[in-house]
């Protein structure tokens, strides 16, 4: 391989040359850091680089792999983590000045599973402040740039792990997902992003925007290697409340599993009511797609869906201003925000305790809504976004014969799966006349990643978009 065609390669394509030592790990992740050196100053993707112990990691892994002890197919594979993980050792600063100088003594339990499975740990990605936001534009550190056009977002808020990606600069990282945070980044950017089902990977030791609906999942080149990255975070954690006990599964051997064919749903309402034109002829040919493959499309009705998008509001305002609050943060060192999540902490202490327990009941209604529609079929397939990547510093956006905020646009589309809990990935199905990257979202049953994981499997093996590589990233 050239250093081209090893920068984008998959981990499931690295780990076998890895372990066979026909790849070293030390020349992995000097591949990596020095194409964070030459990308990085135009992208921002990465706030911290771990460089002087990246490599030490490294040639551990490779002296480990040469006495013939493999942990596994992580064990080598140069990673990041989006900057809210906590990581011993290396400044965690959730892209806030609050935090800036934060050293965590201990790692987050993905990080913690992550180091155990061999992997290489790169650096920390830059990210919406506080994960409070759906574009990346950070007011402390800088925006984070798209790769396929550095004058548009790269989504948010894991926006600097979706770059980082997309941009060969590792080959995956660990986001987190409070109202499409992973999805709208692996959508804009043109990857892989999977948020599981609540409760099936622990969040402990990162740091919260609104815990019932925070979750944290892979981004990666493709299905197969977030089913890889799955099989290593997930699991039952007692440090977080919300941990699900769950027996063990293998994603990978899941997502390999022939399924066909597939029952996809196709809501009534809500998800392609107001799209790009552009979106809806992509998303629509991918759905036409896998209808060539041998899925069966049927509509399902989820007719309450719009009313969570205000009850979704409520509770995140008012869960991110209790955790600003109990920390200090908030109100006492309110000038150190940036303006936007400044507002919305600020909102956050206006919200009745009424309103708040309501949208509560509202989430066992929706859950209920949803779960009939999922047992009619085994995904729900929509856009993963509205638009593609919008510009930098860009407030408003036409969407088809109407026009919203930018965040309102992005997150429209992502808020039901946390709301409900439920599994959703993004998944690159082609790219606009311009160049950007549009993404197909499916969602699944509670705790049946595995059957989200085939589908996209299925459709990458028709589709092979991720050939496709960022101009500016591509030697």
């Known amino acids: 391989m050239t250093n081209d065609q090893l920068a984008f390669a998959t981990i499931e394509e690295l780990s076998p040359l890895v372990a066979s030592k026909k790849i070293s790990p030390v020349e992995l992740a000097r591949l990596c850091l020095s194409r964070i050196a030459e990308f990085n100053p135009r992208l921002n993707a990465f706030l911290s680089v771990t460089a002087e112990s990246a490599l030490p990691a490294a040639r551990a892994a ?17 990673i990041a983590l989006k900057d809210n993980i906590w990581t011993r050792g290396v400044r965690t600063t959730a892209g806030s000045k609050i935090l800036r ?21 790169l650096g920390k990605t830059n990210m919406h402040e506080f994960a409070y936001g759906i574009t990346s534009e950070n007011p402390h550190y800088g925006a984070t740039c798209n790769p396929w056009d550095p004058a548009r977002i790269s989504g948010g808020s894991s926006g600097g792990s979706a ?16 109202g499409g945070s992973i999805r709208v980044p692996a959508a804009l950017c043109g990857i892989v992003g999977l948020k599981p089902t609540f409760g099936r990977v622990s969040r402990y030791g990162i740091v919260p925007l609104a815990l019932s609906f925070d979750h944290a999942g892979p981004l990666a080149r493709s299905a197969g290697d977030a089913a890889l990255l799955l099989n290593v975070i997930a699991g039952r954690d007692p440090r977080d409340a919300a941990s ?4 063990r599964e293998d994603f990978v051997k899941a997502s390999r599993r022939r399924h066909k064919p597939w029952r996809l749903g196709r809501p009534r309402e809500y998800f392609w009511a107001q799209l790009d034109p552009e979106v809806r002829r992509l998303a629509e040919a991918a759905v036409a797609d896998l209808v060539k493959q041998g899925a069966t ?8 869906v719009a009313a969570t998008v205000e009850p979704s509001n409520i509770i995140a305002l008012a869960e991110a201003r209790e955790f600003h609050q109990a920390a200090g943060y908030f109100p006492e060192r309110a000038a150190e925000y940036g303006a936007d999540v400044r507002g919305r902490l600020q909102q956050g202490g206006e919200v ?5 327990w309501m949208a509560r009941a509202l989430m066992e209604r929706s859950r209920a809504e949803f779960a009939a529609a999922l047992a009619m079929v085994d995904a729900i397939v929509v856009p993963a976004a509205p638009i593609a990547a919008p510009l930098v ?8 014969d109407g026009e919203e905020t930018v965040r309102g646009a992005l997150v429209r589309l992502n808020r039901p799966s946390n709301f409900t809990g439920l599994p959703a990935m993004s998944v690159p199905c082609g790219f606009t006349k311009d160049g950007l990257p549009v993404g197909l979202q499916l969602i699944g049953r509670a705790f049946d990643e595995g059957t989200l994981l085939g589908l996209a499997r299925s459709y990458e093996e028709v589709h092979k978009w991720r050939s496709a590589h960022p101009p500016l990233a591509s030697k």
């Open 62 to 78: 490779e002296r480990e792999l040469l006495r013939g002890h493999c942990r596994g197919p992580l064990h080598g594979i140069p």
């Open 101 to 121: 100088d934060f050293v965590p003594e201990a790692d987050a339990t993905v990080t913690r599973k992550l180091r155990r499975a061999g992997a290489v740990l």
């Open 163 to 178: 770059a980082a990606i997309a941009a060969g600069m590792c080959f995956a990282s660990v986001g987190t997902d409070t």
């Open 244 to 247: 699900a006990r769950r027996p």
């Open 297 to 304: 499309v049927e509509d399902v009705s989820l007719p309450n």
């Open 352 to 356: 009745r305790a009424v309103d708040y």
């Open 393 to 400: 510093g860009s407030e408003r956006v036409r969407v088809g």
